[in-house]
């Protein structure tokens, strides 16, 4: 029997390679840009055609490589950044594995130019499945240009898996910030099918954050800055009131490196314990230096992984950092009583001349225990035309309580039905006598023959919006309110890219919305049905959310994600106050509905509350 067991040939190895490196366009991005900041390179340039699938280039001002250098790149295991196991405990660059230039070479078509300042020619290279097609000298510019094409020509059934262009960007998107977050020394810039997305110049780390997430950033960091014999960290967190419903603006560096960390991100979460929103996750872009001997980096292909020689004590470490950061800049509660404000900074110091004696209105004739209203009154009637005309107070404002009386009188729900007078439809669908009473405007009390409903008014708006918007999205139509002035939606580039991917469907619930420049959406006209006082850019800003929130979490398709999003920021809040034509008005709504009993978030819009269940609770207290 001959023999089973061969080895593989390298054009196969690198393939299989290339599903763990190379997951899609932005995990090449990634490995490009990481190779260009080890070659000590100041200004890098990035360039994508069809969200990577067509072309990703990365040009930067390196050391260059010499023409064996080049030549050797490409294979596998090949690398400048170790040259023994020992170096493995040592690492301070980006790469170190040598597989990322082999695995992209095996599935796409790779153009090398290099050229290092010591040499008169540089070197082009062309590469098409991990086989050099073409390669000759040419006269260059110091540094690097490599230019990924056709990523996944031949293997098709990985290039079939890519999600659309716009998901593809955003992934790219979110690797180039990684990077730049960690490299603020260092000019980056993004082109994307011939448009400058970033612009990032050299500069401080604050900077660069408010590059690239908004000028609005600015007010919302609160630097951290701790140091230990463990670990070193800095960077900045986000106040607790600008924490956002989705994740995607948290990032740990380990000595530069952008790691994914579960436990460390607890120990944040931890020190926001209290002070941060519901289910909110804050901003957070910090740096932890550590010996690289305490650490283990090469966990996966990715590098994302960390493992730590002592957690414990980096988790308590970092924990602690935050939540002082928080207190000295007055966040969070402090116990360093060094940086409590003392109470006589309260006190406003004034030359004795310039203060001034109070005055003081009252009326000498008035008397406690005078029993003769009408003599009372009548005493102290001058004196209440003159307070009349020196503070506006009307004479007649002790009858303003009774008059407040009469009219709550008149707006207090009926008493229950006699079973007699009527049945629980008449009770629903009679208006002119139905009453609905509000609980502490959050809840709706709606009588019917066999008790009462209570309902959760948000809840029961939002299941109407939802079915509402589900009908115009599956049937294509939707009414549009033309704004009187157009308001613009500053986005960051990820929403953005998102917003287009959405712009359909949008478009099919009644916005009106046109890009302008890189990151910016006008709003020409709103969904009818939102109303006249909305605020556009809020309302945006929340679907968005709402929807990236859904996404992860649910797993919802495109339009049921959208129609739930939008109704749940367009519905009324809790503490919305209404009246009673309002009030029967969402309630006919409700049960006109297909499913009037249960929210879009599988929670009961409405309880029922039987008078017989009433009778025994109070049956039980005797």
Aim: glycine share 4%; hydrophobic share 40%.
């Amino acid at each position: 029997m001959s023999d089973i067991i061969q080895l593989l040939p390298d054009s196969v190895a690198n393939q299989i390679a290339a599903g763990e490196v190379v997951q899609r366009p932005a995990s090449a991005v990634k490995e490009l840009i990481e190779n260009a900041i080890d070659a000590g390179a100041h200004r890098i340039k990035l360039i994508v055609r069809e969200a990577g699938k067509a072309l990703i280039q990365v040009i930067d001002d390196g050391s260059g490589m010499s023409l064996t250098d080049a030549r050797l790149c490409f294979e596998r295991h090949a690398t400048s950044k170790i040259r023994k196991a020992e170096d493995l405990f040592a690492i301070r660059t980006m790469g170190f594995r040598g597989e990322a230039m082999a695995s992209i070479a095996a599935i796409s078509q790779v153009e090398l130019k290099t050229r290092r300042e010591a040499d008169e020619l540089g070197t082009i290279i062309q590469i098409e499945g991990s086989k050099v097609i073409d390669q000759y000298p040419e006269s260059l510019s110091t540094g690097t240009s490599i230019a990924v094409k056709n990523l996944f020509y031949n293997i098709p059934a990985r290039r079939n898996f890519l999600k659309s262009n716009s998901v593809e960007m955003r992934h790219i998107v979110d690797e180039f910030q990684r990077v730049a977050l960690a490299h603020p020394e260092i000019f980056f810039s993004l082109h994307s099918d011939g448009n400058e997305i970033f612009h990032l110049t050299a500069g401080t780390l604050k900077h660069r954050i408010v590059h690239l997430f908004g000028n609005n950033y600015n007010q919302r960091l609160v630097p951290v800055e701790e140091e230990t014999t463990i670990i070193n960290v800095s960077g900045f967190v986000g106040k607790p009131e600008f924490a956002k419903k989705t994740r995607g603006e948290q990032f740990f560096f380990v000595n530069k490196r952008f790691v994914k960390d579960p436990y460390l991100h607890h120990a944040i979460m931890n020190a926001y314990e209290e002070i941060l929103p519901a289910d909110s996750y804050p901003l957070y872009v910090l740096f932890i230096e550590i010996d690289p001997s305490k650490i283990d980096i090469n966990v996966h292909p990715t590098k994302t992984e960390i493992k730590y020689e002592d957690e414990k004590a980096i988790y308590a470490i970092l924990r602690s950092a935050v939540k002082r950061s928080l207190g000295r800049y007055n966040i969070a509660p402090s116990l360093d009583f060094n940086q409590e404000t003392s109470f006589t900074n309260f006190i406003t110091q004034k030359p004795l001349d310039e203060i001034q004696m109070p005055t003081i209105s009252f009326n000498p004739n008035f008397n406690p225990f005078e029993s003769d209203y009408s003599t009372a009154a009548s005493r102290s009637n001058s004196y209440a035309v003159g307070l009349e005309k020196k503070t506006g107070i009307p004479q007649n404002w002790d009858t303003l309580y009774q008059i407040t009386e009469q009219e709550s009188a008149k707006q207090l729900p009926l008493l229950p039905f006699d079973k007699d007078q009527a049945d629980d439809k008449n009770i629903l669908t009679s208006e002119s006598r139905k009453q609905f009473f509000q609980v502490h405007n959050r809840y709706i009390v709606s009588q019917i023959h066999s008790g009462f409903l209570l309902i959760d008014q948000q809840a029961a708006h939002e299941r109407i919006l939802f079915e509402q918007y589900k009908e115009q999205l599956d049937q294509n139509k939707g009414s549009s309110q033309q704004s009187l002035f157009p308001q613009t939606v500053e986005l960051s580039v990820g929403d953005f890219e998102l917003m287009t991917d959405l712009l359909p469907e949008l478009h099919t619930l009644g916005f009106q919305l046109r890009p302008f420049g890189k990151t910016t959406y006008i709003v020409d006209g709103i969904p009818a049905d939102l109303g006249n006082n909305v605020n556009e850019a809020k309302i945006i800003e929340q679907l968005l959310e709402d929807f990236k929130n859904n996404k992860s979490e649910l797993k919802l398709n495109k339009r049921e994600n959208l129609a739930r999003s939008l109704a749940k920021s367009a519905a009324l809040k809790s503490g919305t106050a209404l009246d009673n034509e309002s009030m029967a008005d969402l309630i006919d709504k409700l049960f006109a509905c297909e499913s009037p009993n249960i929210s879009v978030h599988g929670k009961p819009t409405l309880i029922t509350y039987t008078l017989q269940e009433l009778m025994e609770r109070f049956d039980k207290m005797q």
